[in-house]
């Protein structure tokens, strides 16, 4: 009885813009995948819908997967019960963009089940999953990987299909050099602005002003991209540190600074003392990435954050760049073989 394992990395957002609506970079911005904290998921026909956990007792992401299962049988009425793993898990409310890369996991995994894999595009689903109605890096993150540049909605009832159309979101990917890494800090406790919080803050009817749009518009477009494509690590830093600072800046009265985690923010302030720069945040956070040129480097700055005093409140990962999409492996019994999809 076929079965499929999904399994993808996180996303990394580094700063929601917010022009006018109805204007190019509308909810646009920049984020990137990385290859480490993922979920890994397996899918699988059942007697009974069902949940099961193999990374301990974390009742909120067994109910999200029973949520979007539902979910998907709404769409996908032919969808037969099921059961799904969570074989390694990914930490939710941290900035990194776990729920919506869990809610694509499974629901790419239900339409092969459901015998449907020339079916609705994968944006089509992320929409009834009730996901790109604002950024769109986390599903083209998920379709392709890599460092993308969201040109964000042009009109606000865009119908987030992701395609050229002006009426739409535009991403545009490019390979990430496979050298660098993220240095990922989060603290223990504590968690980033979300659900109804979250919801609130985009009630509000703010723009940025064009002087800092023109100028995040120019880091990207004249610094960040340009620096990606010549694999010139010390302007990408230096930009994407501007760019995060300035966003940061903009939503300090929602999130209380520049990073939404004090202890974060002590963390930063106490890397740069000792030269290390280049931290920005990640979507609400609390999650911050400080980029590093090589995995020695990336492993000098763990080290280094070992002898700060508050070592013990934060965790520190080192992450790879994903420059692919999620793996879908399709499992068939009768015929012992597997398939892979991008």
């Given at each position: 009885?076929?079965?499929?394992d999904?399994?993808?990395?996180?996303r990394?957002?580094?700063g929601?813009?917010?022009?006018?609506?109805?204007l190019?970079?509308h909810?646009?911005g920049v984020?990137?995948?990385?290859d480490?904290?993922g979920w890994?998921?397996?899918?699988?026909?059942a007697r009974c819908?069902?949940?099961v956990?193999?990374?301990?007792?974390?009742c909120?992401a067994a109910?999200r997967?029973?949520s979007?299962?539902?979910?998907?049988?709404?769409?996908?009425p032919?969808?037969?019960?099921l059961?799904v793993?969570?074989?390694e898990?990914?930490?939710?409310?941290?900035?990194?963009?776990a729920?919506?890369?869990?809610?694509l996991s499974?629901a790419?995994?239900?339409?092969l089940i459901?015998?449907n894999?020339?079916g609705?595009?994968?944006?089509?689903?992320?929409?009834?999953l009730?996901?790109?109605r604002?950024?769109?890096?986390?599903?083209a993150?998920?379709?392709?990987?890599?460092?993308?540049v969201d040109?964000g909605?042009r009109?606000?009832?865009?119908s987030?299909?992701?395609?050229a159309?002006?009426?739409?979101n535009?991403?545009?990917?490019l390979?990430?050099?496979?050298e660098?890494?993220?240095v990922?800090l989060?603290?223990?406790a504590?968690?980033g602005?979300s659900?109804?919080?979250?919801?609130?803050?985009f009630?509000k009817?703010r723009?940025?002003?064009d002087?800092v749009?023109?100028l995040?518009?120019?880091l990207?477009?004249?610094?960040?991209?340009?620096?990606?494509d010549?694999?010139?690590?010390?302007t990408?830093?230096?930009a994407?540190e501007?760019?995060?600072t300035?966003v940061?800046?903009?939503?300090?009265?929602e999130?209380g600074g520049?990073f939404s985690?004090?202890l974060?923010a002590?963390?930063?302030?106490?890397?740069?003392e000792?030269?290390v720069?280049?931290?920005?945040q990640?979507?609400?956070?609390?999650?911050?990435c400080?980029?590093?040129?090589?995995?020695?480097?990336?492993?000098?700055?763990?080290?280094?954050?070992?002898?700060?005093?508050?070592?013990g409140?934060?965790r520190v990962r080192?992450?790879?760049p994903?420059n692919?999409?999620?793996?879908?492996?399709?499992?068939?019994p009768?015929?012992?073989?597997?398939?892979?999809?991008a």
């Amino acid at each position: 009885m076929m079965s499929v394992d999904v399994t993808t990395g996180s996303r990394l957002h580094f700063g929601l813009l917010s022009a006018e609506a109805g204007l190019p970079w509308h909810y646009g911005g920049v984020g990137l995948m990385i290859d480490s904290p993922g979920w890994r998921v397996r899918v699988s026909f059942a007697r009974c819908d069902e949940v099961v956990s193999a990374v301990g007792d974390d009742c909120e992401a067994a109910a999200r997967v029973d949520s979007i299962v539902k979910q998907c049988r709404a769409v996908m009425p032919e969808l037969p019960p099921l059961r799904v793993e969570m074989l390694e898990s990914s930490p939710l409310h941290s900035g990194m963009g776990a729920g919506t890369q869990l809610a694509l996991s499974v629901a790419s995994a239900a339409q092969l089940i459901a015998g449907n894999s020339a079916g609705e595009s994968l944006y089509s689903i992320a929409r009834s999953l009730n996901r790109v109605r604002r950024s769109a890096i986390g599903t083209a993150g998920f379709e392709r990987g890599g460092f993308l540049v969201d040109h964000g909605q042009r009109q606000s009832q865009c119908s987030r299909q992701l395609t050229a159309a002006p009426t739409c979101n535009r991403v545009r990917r490019l390979p990430f050099p496979d050298e660098w890494r993220m240095v990922l800090l989060t603290p223990v406790a504590g968690s980033g602005v979300s659900g109804d919080s979250e919801e609130a803050v985009f009630q509000k009817s703010r723009t940025m002003s064009d002087e800092v749009m023109a100028l995040q518009i120019d880091l990207i477009e004249h610094r960040l991209i340009p620096a990606i494509d010549a694999i010139d690590f010390a302007t990408f830093r230096d930009a994407l540190e501007e760019y995060g600072t300035a966003v940061g800046r903009y939503f300090t009265a929602e999130q209380g600074g520049v990073f939404s985690s004090p202890l974060i923010a002590d963390a930063v302030s106490w890397l740069a003392e000792r030269g290390v720069s280049g931290a920005v945040q990640s979507s609400w956070g609390p999650t911050v990435c400080v980029p590093a040129e090589s995995a020695d480097a990336a492993r000098s700055v763990r080290d280094l954050l070992a002898s700060w005093h508050a070592a013990g409140a934060i965790r520190v990962r080192v992450a790879n760049p994903l420059n692919t999409g999620a793996t879908i492996r399709r499992t068939a019994p009768e015929h012992s073989d597997q398939r892979f999809f991008a």
